[in-house]
């Protein structure tokens, strides 16, 4: 099993670990005999490698739903609050329509607009509200104005909650860099140990020896790349799961079908994790992951991968859960 993805790097790290031993009895079974890598790299530092870098992609896993979670709430207050700040306009319209407030109603922001101007509208809503509600002088109207049982005080909450979530959002994406970061200057360091590990074998033990001829690979051996296949699938309510479906690839020498999922609207490779492994023949797949509770938003990919360990990507398929 070659290297195709970041998280094929463990099993095939493993892959080595598993064959190193075998050349380590091999060569006489003794610490003084083991194989060692340039500056002295033992297995143990090689394994010391391999977990380092599964605990970096375990946590990337957990820091990418923390920021999910955080961009699904924010998201949620965002259209809340608007809606309340189109209630709060249309009062103004309702009840004020002469007076000098109606025409200082901000208007409502688009839900794509950056943090600063689509905060600016409300605070400027949550400024107007108090002048309404401190002015005793208006012709038919006692202050304080209240929404549906709902006033000033809530309003500004609303907001401060709003953004302490842009706040955690921010922090959460810059946590995920940085783990992203000390996980991705691992993976070079991976493979250059592989690919010294593959040099080394056949200088000890010559081309022929069975240990040799049976060295993991670290990239696919030389061929051509599949051809894709088109995903396509939906939220399916009476399953409570997404259903996947994709034509059956051609390629005679096809292995399997590798599902990987991202969590929100825009696949990221570098934080994909599989879900699924499917055998040749079946072309459908039923699962919930990235997709827990209601609003949440998973990319999928279906990989065609060939015994060789030549793989290739489907389109992306987006699925929102009602």
């Known amino acids: 099993m070659p290297i195709d993805d970041i998280g094929s790097y463990p099993p095939v790290m493993d892959e080595f670990s598993a064959h190193w ?18 500056g002295g790299h033992t297995r143990t530092q090689f394994i010391a490698l391999r977990n380092d870098i599964q605990v970096r992609i375990t946590a990337i896993e957990g820091l990418e739903n923390a920021r999910q979670i955080l961009a699904t709430s924010r998201d949620t207050k965002k259209a809340a609050l608007r809606e309340r700040l189109a209630q709060f306009r249309g009062m103004l319209r309702a009840v004020l329509p002469q007076s000098k407030y109606a025409p200082a ?3 409502l922001p688009d839900l794509s607009a950056s943090e600063s101007k ?21 012709a038919g109207f006692t202050p304080p104005l209240v929404i549906a049982g709902f006033g000033r005080a809530g309003f500004v909450a609303d907001i401060a909650a709003l953004r302490a979530d842009y706040t955690a959002l921010t922090t959460a994406e810059n946590d995920l860099e940085l783990g992203q970061g000390e996980r991705d200057v691992l993976l ?14 056949p200088a000890l033990l010559g081309p022929t020896h069975p240990l040799t001829q049976s060295l993991p690979d670290v990239y696919p051996q030389p ?11 939906s939220w399916n309510a009476g399953l409570a799961q997404a259903v996947l479906n994709w034509p059956a690839s051609s390629e005679p020498t096809l292995a399997e079908y590798e599902i990987r999922m991202s969590l929100g609207a825009t696949y990221d490779e570098s934080t994909s994790t599989v879900v699924g492994n499917i055998p040749p023949g079946t072309t459908t797949f039923q699962t919930a992951a990235g997709l827990a ?13 060939l015994t060789t360990g030549n793989v290739a990507g489907s389109n992306t398929l987006t699925i929102t859960r009602p």
Do not use: C, H
């Open 105 to 107: 109603a901000p208007v």
């Open 188 to 201: 070079p360091v991976a493979r250059e140990r592989m690919v010294q590990y593959r040099a080394a074998v």
């Open 118 to 138: 689509f905060l600016a509208a409300f605070d400027d809503a949550a400024d107007l509200w108090g002048r309404i509600d401190a002015d005793t002088t208006i």
């Open 293 to 305: 509770t209601s609003g949440d938003v998973a990319s999928f990919k279906v990989f065609v991968r």
């Open 21 to 38: 031993e075998d050349v380590n009895i091999a060569l006489g079974g003794t610490p003084a005999t083991d194989l060692k890598l340039a």
């Open 223 to 233: 061929g051509s790349t599949p051809t894709p296949v088109t995903l396509s699938g």
